[in-house]
């Protein structure tokens, strides 16, 4: 070192200039000038750990063509041992793209360990808050945190805190809309517009029925989610839906099928409606948040230990708890037992298509192709695809006695029959069945007596689970 006058000067610098002053040379390229400044400047007790901060430095700056703060390469020296345990520590791989940077290139996300780099974090969440909700702000590597739980606000804090350090004040301030939709969502008067060009989520605030959508005006109910039409004043939702069945030529064209579309699937996370049927598979995966629920009955399915309802639910894969009236359960019992039971009941059931559908089909004067279709199930499923989720309809034979859909959706029309009327199906399950229903939810299942008559055992088995596994209205 030169003079006195120059080590004042250093002693004077920042870290930024210290750093210069390593890098850029003049009196400072000898390795004994830069340890000396290295030990007298930054603190370390000896020139071992210093000579790392040059050997850093020399590897990522001058050969690498990378860099980062001075204080960077300082703690990665003192807190590793060797000088590769130091260089893993700057040279971070980011898991999306795939290319290496330095440390403070990279974006630690909040509630998991996992790190990406900048412009991943940019691109990934501003795509995120061009599409989705609030739902999809998880971890673009592992997906955490579970955006359902209820106690999700401490990671969305931080995240938001990242998203205006690392995205332009325009996307920040899309992400504070979303932000205050989800909040609105998680009100019970909270609802979407019914009218698809608009979308946007209002809280009623009136407590009626028949509300308007602040953006658009249009009318819709409440309770149903269906834009709002004259003949609905005065009538119940199922009223209403049972008057536009007999009265609507096009919906009694498609018959039932229609039916089951307008009666379609709810997200119970983000109320996002689908107009659906539950048939076929019933894990349901939202398109608009990353909930995946059971279709038939709303709850939620998750992987083995990520449910905590019970131990063995650890060993358990992907599952639901499902109530013994889901479709779930129910889609496995015949035709004529549903059919049965809601007869014993006295809920009316169609069983033949409607005269709407029939002759569509035998008058109809196009292709063979589009006459055969009339009389196929027509209800829209979720289908995956090569290019993701789309809308299909089902397309299968209708089956004999199933009111003009297959034997998969006329089951589900029963079973919406059953659910709406508030039955319990317990009647329709054996002794065996009711002994599973106890053990699924980790209940002591009652031994059978030596001399007890199964239809004795199967009663005591019906009072159990009445008791300990009631059921709640949908």
């Known amino acids: 070192i030169n003079s006195e006058q120059e080590w004042t000067k250093v002693k004077q610098s920042d870290m930024g200039e210290i750093k210069e002053l390593l890098l850029r040379g003049g009196g400072w390229t000898d390795d004994k000038s830069r340890l000396r400044l ?21 590897q990522l700056e001058q050969k690498d063509g ?3 703060e001075l204080q960077f390469y300082i703690d990665a020296a003192k807190e590793h041992q060797t000088f590769e345990e130091a260089k893993r520590f700057l040279d971070v791989e980011c898991p999306i793209c795939i290319v290496h940077y330095i440390t403070h290139e990279m974006v630690l996300m909040p509630g998991c360990p ?23 702000f998880n971890c673009p590597v592992c997906s955490e945190p ?43 008067n909270f609802c979407w517009c019914a009218n698809d060009k608009c979308h946007t989520g209002f809280i009623n605030e009136t407590g009626r029925d028949k509300i308007a959508c602040p953006t658009c005006k249009k009318e819709m109910c409440f309770k149903c989610k269906k834009p709002w039409e004259r003949e609905h004043e005065g009538l119940t939702c199922d009223q209403f839906a049972q008057w536009k069945h007999d009265n609507d030529p096009q919906l009694q064209q498609q018959g039932l099928a229609a039916h089951l579309e307008a009666n379609g699937i709810e997200c119970p996370a983000c109320h996002s409606r689908y107009d659906l049927a539950r048939g ?16 038939g009955c709303g709850q939620t399915f998750k992987e083995n230990q990520a449910c905590k309802k019970f131990v063995s639910c650890a060993k358990r894969g992907l599952h639901a708890h499902h109530p ?12 004529q037992e549903l059919q049965g039971f809601l007869e014993k009941n006295n809920v009316p059931f169609d069983k033949e298509p409607p005269k709407a559908q029939l002759e569509a089909a035998a008058q109809n004067n196009g292709d063979q192709k589009e006459k055969q279709s009339l009389l196929k199930c027509r209800v829209m499923l979720q289908k995956e695809t090569a290019d993701g989720l789309k809308d299909e309809p089902c397309g299968t034979e209708a089956a004999a006695g199933c009111a003009g859909l297959c034997m998969v959706h006329y089951k589900e029309y029963l079973v919406g029959k059953l659910n709406n009327a508030h039955l319990d199906p317990i009647s329709l399950y054996n002794m065996n069945q009711l ?10 299942v009652p031994e059978k007596e030596e001399e007890e008559e199964e239809n004795e055992y199967t009663k005591r088995l019906v009072k159990s689970i009445e008791a300990e596994l009631p059921l709640g209205h949908k």
């Open 114 to 136: 996992h790190s990406v780099c900048k412009e991943c974090f940019k691109g990934h969440f501003t795509l995120v808050m061009k599409t989705q909700t609030v739902k999809h």
């Open 146 to 188: 579970d955006m359902t739980d209820p106690h999700v606000e401490t990671y969305l804090m931080h995240l938001m805190l990242l998203i205006k350090m690392h995205i332009d004040k325009e996307g920040y301030n899309l992400c504070q809309q979303k932000l205050m939709e989800y909040n609105l969502s998680r009100e019970p």
């Open 324 to 335: 013994r009236d889901c479709l779930y359960f129910l889609r496995d019992f015949p035709v």
């Open 66 to 68: 990378r860099g980062c």
């Open 38 to 58: 290295l030990v007298g400047e930054c603190k370390f007790e000896n020139t071992e750990r210093a000579n790392v901060v040059m050997q850093l430095m020399d």
């Open 435 to 444: 002994q599973a229903m106890l053990s699924r939810e980790d209940k002591v």
């Open 280 to 295: 076929g598979c019933m894990h349901f995966k939202c398109t608009q948040c990353p909930n995946e629920f059971c279709s």
